[in-house]
């Protein structure tokens, strides 16, 4: 069964096209370290909770947009080789310095699919 990792970012409306690019090299480290596919979504329809959502979250500011991201990998295994081999990549270090977004900000995790109809 695949294993999926998922991320919530905000990243400022102004940046989109910036963080798309810094996306798209992201995704081609990703990919070349085995993930199988890597999906980036901007917010379009991220509703304030009453009790908690996406945008408290991330601590969004009212010119942010929340994204939420997936990267699917074969297995845990795959997973966390990969993760190993891009934090110590030059590629994703030079990347670190030009982030669209709040990196401190970022929510993520593994997950194991329960249910893929």
């Known amino acids: 069964m695949k294993y999926v990792e998922g991320f919530v970012i905000a990243v400022p409306a102004a940046n989109k ?3 798309l690019r810094h996306a798209a090299k992201a995704a081609s480290l990703f990919k070349e370290f085995g993930a199988t596919r ?3 979504c901007w917010g379009d329809d991220v509703p304030d909770g009453k009790v908690t ?3 408290g979250a991330v601590k969004a500011e009212a010119d942010e947009v929340v994204v939420f991201s997936w990267i699917e990998y074969p297995s845990r295994e795959v997973r966390d080789a990969a993760t190993a081999r891009i ?3 030059p590629r994703m270090e030079d990347m670190g310095g030009e982030m669209p977004f709040d990196g401190k900000r970022m929510i993520f995790g593994g997950f194991a699919p329960i249910l893929d109809v």
């Open 38 to 40: 890597v999906v980036e």
């Open 53 to 55: 959502d996406f945008r």
């Open 87 to 89: 934090m110590s990549d």
């Open 17 to 19: 096209e910036v963080f």
